[in-house]
């Protein structure tokens, strides 16, 4: 059955993630207001800057209505580098507008300004035995502490970059940047089983 | 732990993917990165004049005093970019020493080389140039730029130059993927530019880095003139600071290049938000005032 998973298009690779998105077997669709997250089932939030995008977000009543469909419908929603920001319940320093559903603390641009962004391959547990992924972090997020609900999925460097809760996913880096569409593909059977679709 | 490679042009060019879709300000006091922070600026260009008052004041403009840039990286959380003068490979040292987020190689400031631009592959910090057309574009990513910004005439308050050179580097890339294979060798020495990036622009369709708009943007409805004309996102040089209430600016152009293609929001954006900032009428320029032919 057709899956219609948004792309949160404030700012960012939106393009990419839908690609992989529709490479991945589900229907992207582009969300700026309510009335488009009213059309989808599941939702990506890209990366950008934490501060506008939530800031943005908020002004078009997106933060509310994600926020009580995670708590009440079981949104899947998954966020990459500032979309982990936006999903995180606790930020160290300066704190955007977010969903904050997510009981982790995430500390922004931790690695440093961008002379420090960097990309490696990681071995991500849901993966099992298959080669590593290739993870573009840009001025990149850190996971500084989860609580119990959180499953960690990657760690970079002794911080977990990647980790699940519920029907939420977050990575620090960017798998849109790369060809290698596994983690898109995992939230879109995420996506499914959630919604028994 | 996985080895890991920074400077790559992967992660350069990477930091322009995240901006799309945003508004970059031009900032010269800590206060003002604030409100352009508040406003929703996706990044803030910091500078020691704003391109109006650069045409204003005349002689050689050059790299802003590094005090400015500390205080403005200080104020922001957002990413702070600065120029350096086209060529000037020492000012870009400089910046990277400062950490900046990004290098503007500007043709706003004044040229320190007119035949060299930048090796900007010797750097760790990323680069965006200006280009009128899809030859210069292709010339400042060969040289390692990872961003690029159509020129528009900076400090003018007119968008004019700015829809000039984005539609002429549109239609060029256009004649470009429906040149035929054995024509692209030849196609490269007419635009004077590498037939590898060539190919990869006729095998991608489309720029190989992100394409941002510049120069004499000053309404919210210029903002989303661009945006529909296809570029990345926006540059905003003096026009929100020389405009009547900056705050109010910054927020609505803001508004406009998010929701680009919704005429009723930029109608309600537009509204009651003062005068833009003043603007010059091309032709009352002489050659040596226009600034979008340095560097090319």
Redesign the interface.
């Given at each position: 059955m057709e899956v219609r998973v948004g792309v949160l298009?404030?700012?960012?690779?939106?393009r990419?993630h839908k690609n992989h998105l529709a490479l991945a077997g589900a229907t992207p669709v582009e969300v700026?207001t309510l009335k488009d997250l009213n059309r989808v089932q599941a939702l990506i939030i890209p990366?950008?800057?934490s501060?506008?995008i939530g800031?943005?977000m908020a002004?078009e009543g997106l933060i509310d209505e994600i926020s009580s469909r995670v708590q009440n419908d079981q949104f899947p929603v998954y966020g990459t580098?500032?979309g982990l920001i936006v999903l995180a319940r606790d930020v160290v320093?300066?704190s955007p507008a977010r969903v904050g559903l997510m009981d982790i603390t995430a500390d922004?641009?931790a690695y440093?300004?961008?002379?420090?962004?960097?990309?490696?391959?990681?071995r991500i547990s849901v993966f099992h035995d298959q080669p590593?992924f290739p993870a573009?972090f840009?001025?990149a997020p850190r996971i500084t502490r989860y609580g119990p609900g959180v499953t960690p999925l990657a760690t970079?460097?002794g911080s977990v970059v990647m980790a699940e809760q519920g029907a939420l996913l977050v990575s620090a880096f960017?798998p849109e940047?790369s060809g290698d569409i596994r983690i898109h593909q995992y939230f879109v059977e995420k996506v499914r089983k959630t919604l028994k679709v | 732990m996985e080895e890991k490679q920074t400077g790559t042009f992967n992660v350069k060019a990477g930091l322009a993917e995240m901006l799309k879709g945003g508004v970059i300000m031009d900032v010269t006091t800590p206060e003002q990165a604030v409100i352009a922070e508040k406003a929703g600026a996706v990044a803030v260009m910091a500078l020691e004049r704003v391109p109006a008052d650069i045409r204003a004041a005349g002689g050689v403009a050059r790299m802003a005093d590094p005090s400015i840039v500390k205080k403005i990286q200080h104020a922001v959380s957002i990413p702070v970019m600065a120029k350096v003068r086209i060529g000037h490979f020492v000012e870009a040292q400089v910046l990277e020493a400062l950490e900046v987020d990004y290098i503007d190689e500007s043709e706003v400031l004044t040229p320190a080389d007119e035949q060299y631009h930048i090796d900007k592959w010797a750097f760790k910090v990323p680069f965006v140039c200006g280009a009128r057309d899809l030859g210069e574009a292709l010339r400042r990513i060969a040289e390692g730029a990872a961003m690029l910004r159509t020129k528009g005439e900076p400090g003018t308050g007119n968008v004019v130059e700015a829809v000039r050179h984005l539609r002429a580097v549109n239609a060029q890339v256009r004649r470009l993927i429906n040149t035929p294979d054995d024509e692209l060798a030849d196609l490269a020495k007419e635009l004077r530019s590498p037939l590898e990036i060539v190919r990869k622009v006729k095998e991608t369709g489309r720029l190989p880095v992100v394409n941002f708009s510049a120069g004499g943007i000053a309404s919210p409805a210029d903002a989303a003139l661009m945006m529909q004309l296809g570029a990345d996102g926006i540059f905003v040089g003096s026009g929100i600071f020389k405009s009547q209430n900056p705050e109010a600016f910054a927020r609505a152009i803001v508004r406009a290049t998010l929701h680009f293609n919704d005429p009723k929001v930029i109608a309600e954006v537009s509204e009651n938000i003062g005068e833009a900032m003043p603007g010059v009428e091309m032709a009352t320029l002489t050659p040596a005032d226009r600034m979008q032919d340095r560097g090319i």
């Open positions: 298009a404030i700012q960012g690779d939106v990419e700026r990366g950008g800057e501060t506008t800031m943005l002004e580098c500032a320093g300066l922004r641009n440093g300004r961008q002379v420090s962004s960097f990309e490696t391959k990681l590593d573009v840009i001025r970079y460097d960017h940047m | -």
